[in-house]
């Protein structure tokens, strides 16, 4: 027994260590032409600035024109090439137009990697339907049919490298955020299925599960019923050292999991001990989230169903929670710009 131990331990030192010297780390994508959705603020902007400096050849997406516009002249400042296009990809029809663009103004597409998202907080009393709807059509059903253009041309050439962007949310359930997280869980079972069927053709596919970051999202969530103290508990987690992780380490570790073609990351410790104690104690864990649920989070009330942005719900949270990550929104265009000049007109799709 202890022999055996001993060459699977050594068998596995091995492994990682081959893996360690063989990574080609971020000039994986230096010439690589990489569409990122959701590219304009938070981590898609710092995957995007990363890549960039990497020597990637960069098409990124966004639906607030102003947003895209401050996003394409920071990333044009870093001296890349970069097309910015206005997309909603809840739409099919646009999602087709994106890659169609992305494809005729850099070429064949390389490196996909599905950031685009929302997040909306809120017991499930202040939920609607339509709440529901939105995530899936932002996370899976946006995922999927971006996936589904550039699928073709991969197999075709047999080579091509998809990254999608999910949740800690998509493995274990937190409550009060139920939209958020029955979509994630379904984008994590649909990335996972196409590692599978797509490993054949030569394209792979990693899916990233971050925990908490840094990255200024907390401005941007959307919040429901006693909306102050909805935000009160995210920023707050969201600004913890320890918990959290900075959006920038984030992005590096991303793109360095991408370049190993890794199956799954998971980002920061503490979400990979829930993620491995939810499979091992799943019981165990759900009475936990339920206890959460009861004795920690807010009641329904305050504003009800009507949806209040973070920068909005600050109430009387004090500043020193929110310092790192407020700081992560100024950096990481979140923070809405009064006076912003109109995006470019050459970064338009169809100007």
Known sequence: MNRTLTLAAVGAGAYWAYRALTNPGVEYFRDKNVLITGGSRGLGLLLARHLSDAGARLAVCARDADEL???YEDLKARG?????IECDVTDPARVRELVAVARQRLGSIDVLVNNAG?????PLEEMRLEDFEQAMRTHYWATLHACLEVIPEMKARRGGHIVNITSFGGKVAVPHMLPYVGSKFATVGLSEGLRAELAEHGVKVTTVVPGLMR????VQAEFKGRHEEEYAWFAAGAGMPGLSISGDRAARQILRAAARGDAE???TLPAKL???????CPNLMADLAGLVNRWVMPDAGGVGPRRVKGRDSRGKLPDVFTTLPDRAAAANNE????????LPREAVAGS
């Open 69 to 71: 516009g401050r996003a």
């Open 80 to 84: 890349g090439r970069v097309v910015a």
């Open 118 to 122: 929302i997040i909306g907080v809120g």
């Open 215 to 218: 990255t200024g999202s907390h």
């Open 265 to 267: 990351l998971v980002i």
């Open 274 to 280: 829930a993620v491995v104690a939810h499979a091992v």
């Open 335 to 342: 923070t809405p710009v009064i006076g912003q000049p109109p």
